[in-house]
């Protein structure tokens, strides 16, 4: 029983991760005559003739000579080998080999933040659950209304500003020669950190704040539950009854927020890379789109949606582990 | 279950649209929302009136990096000597139009899609729901900034951008509520009575559903205003136009933060918070106001802090027999036992 | 058998609202001597939950606020007692049967676990050990093939099976009071008779003192030594089981009797009490039963009557109390 869901919700992720590769494969070949046009370098000050040679080259480099259904077939082949095309950029190189460049940077915000965002974010949230009406919770109430309606690129800003001009405790830009001279030695880890902390404060405040919003109204929604009555009937401990009853029932429903940010994980943190010019994904991003790059943005695009694909299945497969009741569900 | 009955209450909770504007208004947040939002339209509405310059205008330009002083509340930009404070009141054009304009738009097509798939079930149902999973793992930011490239950086391009992918959402809670509705006996009473199934769906299903869709159009607004902020300080909005993300984008790029010109990064960020927080507080309060238990479970712990212990003495005393009863003898009324409101 | 296992004295609950105050229980007292089954009844908001949550010290402040003059337990004054003492007392001495088996048990804990929750909790027993004793425990109340069952979810088991764990469970340490709150309530009728059946033998086998919440008659009968009616927060009679069936004394009591459909009725219609419970909100002054009364007269609009002794073991709460079922019934 569990295993044919298993198969159902992969089978499910592979349908929708070919509709997104061939919508993928599409979008860039939309709204024009020749999509090849796209690809070709300016002019500039060539001739004609030169031109015209440059622009047979490029069709041929990416591709375009052969008919679109043809391009379709090398595109899912070249998919097979991790392949998802070649930049413009001069010398070639992969879309795979410059997403693997920046990857780990952006990683190194995103999972900070995300480890950060939960850990002070469900403990707090089930705090200002637990003393409901206190101080605790309607700093967490008055905190949410406030930094929901501010974007979290102000608040980088502001940050940059005053704990980085002003106050000088952190680079208020990301050091340029950070990723070039990185080697792994202690001082290298410790430039990076010092960069890191302003775009993860930025980021983790709205991601804390969060979740604690959705921790403590999950953890109030179960408190109101009869069984939380019969356990406390039973004569178990105040906290006997949070960790063993309260917890694991209000967890459960934000496994899927937190599914939702681990598929955000690699393309959420574009506007914050671009404050502090931090040199991951975003920034990657950003360049492709500014020099016209669209392989490397199509190659970006299918990647994300590729991750966001896996971690959606993922949290799902991790929900059935969890919640006995959903395979009856399935039965049912 | 209890979801299920939730719903069917906020579907149930009916009335007219002023009625629902009358509500808002007696919430003290709900108030204090309205008149923040109504203020910020007054101000996008009069901007011509209200700003001191026109920040169109080139010829209207002071020295640059002027700090704020009666001639320019706000100061003046250090790149370009534009007054910021008719910047701030131009932008606000831009945030309300989008965020309004986009919130609307997305509400109509959230709200028939939902309608449709909850409704008519079936191949329908399944087809957009495959949709909404489609769309819910391409990255929309990366998305918008892939499309504006095609289409051309305009504002027309970032609320299509907005509305044919942001849909997902409302589409979704408006399903599971027509779901709830469809098998309600005066839904069931109107296929007997022969009811065409568009009829239906616009007389019957769509008004119960009316609620939830203004509340979450509030809340888009609010999102679409944070995300247009966004993409103007990438770059991506409409480069003639002036926006308080693209104010932030130039702040930055300007040497704001070099140069101290805190005003310069202060302003459009507050404007953007205003706006912002104005619609987000009407969204919430209308949740409030439709899912009371939420709201109920707040206030009494609210009321238990100023809970008189004389008062709670009198409430106990008038429930002993001696005092609901009157001595055995006498006949004069005691009349405790009428419950009274708190003080 | 003449010692009160449960005595309990004033009891007051009260839940403050934005709008008013709720009068949920209104001073009552409650006796449960010792093996005997008293039932409490009386029609859904007169305050019967309210009360057995408060004899267990469940109720949270807020939303409730109680006062109670004496709450003893087999002769232990628990009045003053600290949460902490408390929570060793519950789920040994004093246990409680819960009405929605489905919504009272954990739905993401197996139910075995949750019964060997209370053998861990109040005695000294390792994990295996009290794995084995709730086996034995889920055997005897019924549930078969107890040794795979323990390890299913609540959602897995039937109804019946549900309410046999939720009995299990209250069983558990022996206590010396069950409270059970309208714990057929949720189930078939077919399924009722069964786990009925259940407790009233689990009852007498160990003789355990209970207070039985219910609006169910039938169940009165079943199980019931003593009756307290009440309503709307009070009192409104006590009598042993039998005589309140037999010659019901307050108006509604007899009401109650009346809307129970019998076999043996020639009328062949249903005799409904008009109207509803009053808001706990907004009780009418003198007797909170007049609206609906009959035989109301200004004196029981005017003043509230007091709670009297008309026989030995017989309490009625009425100015007018009926004197017999034939006069009563017209």
Not at chain 1, 169 to 193: G, H, Q, R
Not at chain 3, 44 to 50: A, H, L
Request: net charge positive.
């Amino acid at each position: 029983m569990k295993r044919s869901y298993v198969i159902k919700r992969v089978l499910y992720a592979l349908f929708i991760f070919v509709v997104v590769l061939t919508l993928n494969f599409f979008i860039p070949r939309l709204g024009v005559g020749d999509p090849a046009e796209r690809y070709y370098p300016p002019k500039g000050a060539m001739s004609d003739i030169e031109y015209e040679i440059i622009k047979q080259f490029t069709r041929e480099q990416y591709g375009f000579d052969v008919s679109t259904f043809q391009q379709y077939i090398r595109y899912v082949q070249g998919l097979f080998r991790f392949d998802l095309g070649t930049s413009l950029r001069s010398g070639s190189p992969k879309v795979v080999e410059l997403i693997g460049k920046r990857l780990p940077w952006t990683l190194v915000l995103s999972v900070t933040t995300l480890l950060i965002s939960l850990v002070i974010g469900l403990s707090f949230g089930t705090l200002a659950a637990w003393k409901r009406g206190r101080w605790q919770d309607s700093v967490l109430l008055n905190a949410s209304t406030i930094s929901v309606a501010l974007p979290g690129f102000f608040i980088a800003l502001m940050m940059s500003f005053y704990l980085g001009f002003e106050l000088e405790l952190f680079p208020a830009y990301t050091n340029p020669n950070m990723v070039a001279d990185f080697d792994w030695s202690k001082e290298a880890i410790m430039v990076v950190l010092n960069n890191a902390a302003l775009p993860i404060m930025s980021m983790a405040l709205g991601g804390i704040v969060g979740y604690s919003q959705s921790t403590r109204n999950s953890v109030i929604a179960v408190t109101n539950e009869d069984f939380v009555i019969t356990a406390r009937a039973k004569g178990l401990s105040e906290t006997t009854v949070l960790y063993k009853h309260v917890l694991r029932n209000a967890l459960l429903p934000l496994t899927t927020s937190i599914g939702m940010s681990v598929s955000g994980l690699i393309g959420g943190a574009i506007i914050i890379e671009q404050v502090f010019n931090w040199q991951g994904m975003g920034t990657l991003f950003l360049e492709a789109n500014s020099t016209n790059d669209y392989p490397l943005m199509m190659g970006i695009m299918l990647f994300l949606s590729a991750f966001a694909i896996l971690a959606n299945l993922v949290t799902e497969l991790f929900y059935v582990v969890l919640d006995p009741r959903v395979t009856v569900g399935e039965k049912r | 279950m209890t979801g299920r009955n939730v719903l069917l209450q906020v579907a149930q909770r009916g009335g007219s649209f002023l009625g629902f504007v009358r509500k808002l208004w007696q919430h003290p947040k709900g108030r204090v929302g309205l008149i923040m939002a109504g203020f910020l339209v007054l101000v996008a509405v009069l901007a011509p009136v209200l700003a001191p310059y026109d920040p169109y205008d080139v010829t209207q330009r002071a020295a640059k990096g002027l700090r704020p002083s009666w001639a320019h509340p706000l100061g003046t930009t250090i790149t370009t000597g534009q007054d910021i404070l008719s910047m701030l009141i131009y932008g606000a054009r831009v945030s309300l139009m989008i965020g309004i304009g986009t919130g609307i738009a997305l509400a109509a097509l959230g709200a028939l899609l939902g309608v449709m798939a909850g409704y008519m079930g079936g191949l329908v149902d399944s087809l957009i729901m495959r949709i909404v999973d489609i769309l819910l793992v391409i990255p929309t930011l990366p998305l918008i900034i892939v499309l504006t490239n095609f289409l051309g950086r305009s504002y027309f391009v970032i609320v299509l951008v907005f509305v044919l992918f942001g849909w997902t959402g409302l589409a979704r809670v408006i399903r599971s509520l027509v779901l709830v509705l469809k098998n309600s006996n005066y839904v069931k009473a109107a296929e007997l009575a022969g009811a065409s199934r568009w009829h239906i769906m616009t007389k019957h299903i769509l008004p119960g559903t009316s609620h939830l869709i203004i509340m979450n159009t509030t809340l888009t607004c609010a999102g679409i205003m944070v995300a247009e902020a966004g993409l103007s300080f990438l770059g991506l909005g409409d480069p003639t136009a002036i926006s308080w993300g693209k104010m932030l984008a130039e702040a930055q790029s300007g040497g704001a933060l070099l140069f101290g010109a805190w005003w310069w990064i202060i302003a459009p960020g507050l404007g953007i918070f205003l706006s912002v927080f104005a619609f987000m507080r009407i969204g919430l309060v209308m949740e409030e106001v439709f899912n009371p238990r939420m709201k109920a479970s707040s206030s009494i712990h609210k009321l238990f802090k100023h809970l008189n212990n004389k008062y709670l003495d009198e409430v106990f005393q008038s429930m002993d027999d001696e005092a609901a009863c009157g001595p055995p003898e006498r006949l004069d009324e005691i009349d405790a036992s009428q419950a009274r409101g708190l003080p | 058998m003449t010692e009160a296992m449960l005595n309990l004295r004033n009891l007051k609950v009260a839940f403050p609202c934005p709008a008013g105050m709720i009068r949920a229980v209104e001073g009552i007292d409650l006796s449960v001597k010792r093996g005997e089954c008293v039932a409490l009844v009386g029609e859904s908001g007169c305050g019967k939950s309210v009360t057995a949550l408060a004899v267990m010290r469940l109720l949270r402040t807020p939303p409730s606020i109680s006062r109670v003059d004496k709450l003893e337990l087999d002769g232990v004054d628990l009045t003053d007692w600290t949460d902490r003492q408390m929570r060793d007392l519950r789920g040994k001495d004093m246990a409680m049967i819960f009405q929605d088996a489905m919504t009272a048990l954990n739905p993401v804990m197996t139910v075995g676990r949750q019964i060997e929750e209370v053998y861990q909790r109040h005695t000294r027993m390792a994990r295996r050990e009290a794995r084995r004793e709730t086996i034995r425990a889920l055997e005897l109340v019924g549930v078969p093939e107890a040794r795979s069952r323990v390890k299913s979810y609540a959602h897995e088991l039937s109804g019946g099976l549900r309410q046999r764990v939720l009995i299990a469970l209250a069983f558990a340490c022996l206590p010396k009071l069950i409270i059970a709150d309208e714990p057929t309530t949720a189930l078939d009728v077919t399924i009722q008779a069964q786990v009925l059946d259940l407790l009233k033998a689990m009852q007498k086998e160990h003789g355990v003192s209970t207070l039985l919440i219910t609006h169910d008659l039938s169940v009165v009968a079943n199980m019931a030594d003593t009756v307290y009616v009440m309503y709307s927060g009070k009192i409104v009679e006590r009598a042993a089981a039998r005589d309140v069936f037999q010659k019901p004394r307050h108006p509604y009591t007899q009401g109650l009797m009346a809307s129970v459909p019998r076999l043996s009725d020639r009328r062949q219609m249903f005799v409904q009490i008009p109207d509803t419970v009053p808001h706990p909100m907004h009780k009418p002054t003198g007797c909170y039963f007049h609206p609906r009364c009959s035989r109301a007269a200004d004196e029981c609009r005017r003043r509230m009557p007091r709670l009297e002794t008309l026989e030995s073991h017989r309490e009625v709460r009425c100015w007018f109390p009926l004197s017999n079922p034939q006069e009563a019934g017209s």
